[in-house]
């Protein structure tokens, strides 16, 4: 189980490995490799690592604050407390993530003694192992890599769906897995394909529970309905939840309060309301919850 979890865009990977090694030193377990081992995905590994990681350590510069990926993984600590970001080039936090106090290590070159390594690795050490460290070693210098090609290389965690730049573009079933691994999480923002994927997904779901309650209980032949229903009730309790978490989520990329989302669970008239949140367009750039999914 890894102490640290490293988030980082790959163009800062030099910069890194030199935090990584002088965690390292400090006898600190860190995850910030990017490789995927074979036969697992994106999601299910990377998510393993922040879940089971004690401190996650985002370095926020020019790259990364551009990132949709190492804000999700910078989103994920600050919901479990275990967030430390650090500016590595001056690049302030994005927007949303700048109440968590950053540590400052842009011009830190790997001295042992320099205040701001020493105030941030005994940070992390301390909520790693829940004590202070003896100071660490000196980490290595420091060497700044060659100028990006004007084509950038996507982030560090770049899932396999993820299109040109940052911005969330996601397939179908993507969308869905998103919904349902944020189960009750209304926070942030959905852009339509999100919401729009979710609800396909759940009326999918009602048709296939209310065909296996007609094959199990048996249909009413005056009213054409099932004579019981079990899976399409437990499909809807089971539903619900990510509904009206990714019905929040959409009710605030148009710059609306989340409580909105309670119109599409209204009987007979959810649905519609559910529609109509389909085809609102989301605010251009970022709001008050949180940057526009749709721009890089």
Request: with cysteine; hydrophobic share 45%.
């Amino acid at each position: 189980m890894p102490d640290v979890f490293i988030s980082y865009a790959r163009e800062d990977q030099s910069r890194a490995e030199q935090i990584a090694r002088g965690l390292l030193s400090m006898n600190l377990d860190v995850f910030w490799d990017n490789e995927i081992p074979p036969g697992q995905t994106w999601a299910d590994y990377i998510e393993s690592k922040l879940s089971l990681c004690k401190a996650v350590v985002v370095l926020w510069s020019a790259q990364s604050t551009k990132s949709q990926w190492v804000r999700e993984e910078a989103r994920m600590g600050r919901d479990k407390s275990k967030l430390i970001p650090v500016m590595i080039d001056g690049s302030q936090a994005p927007f949303g993530f700048g109440e968590v106090q950053a540590a400052d290590l842009s011009t830190w070159n790997g001295e042992a003694n320099h205040p701001g390594w020493l105030r941030f690795s005994q940070a992390v050490h301390i909520l790693a192992k829940g004590a202070a460290a003896p100071p660490p070693a000196a980490a290595p210098a420091y060497v700044a890599p060659p100028p990006a090609p004007q084509q950038q290389a996507p982030a560090f965690s770049a899932s396999p769906n993820a299109g040109a730049g940052s911005a969330e573009q996601l397939s179908p079933v993507g969308y869905i897995q998103k919904c349902l691994r944020l189960y009750f999480n209304g926070t942030g923002r959905a852009r339509r394909a999100e919401y729009g994927w979710f609800i396909v997904f759940m009326f999918v779901a009602g048709i296939v529970a209310g065909l296996l309650d007609i094959t199990m209980f048996g249909m009413d032949p005056y009213t054409g309905m099932a004579n019981s229903y079990v899976f399409t009730g437990l499909v809807a309790l089971v539903l619900i939840a990510p509904a009206v978490a990714a019905a929040s989520r959409r009710a605030h990329d148009f710059g609306q309060s989340g409580w909105l989302a309670v119109l599409t669970v209204i009987p007979y008239l959810g649905f519609l309301a559910a529609l109509v949140f389909i085809f609102i367009p989301g605010q251009p750039g970022a709001n008050a919850h949180g940057p526009n999914p749709k721009t890089p």
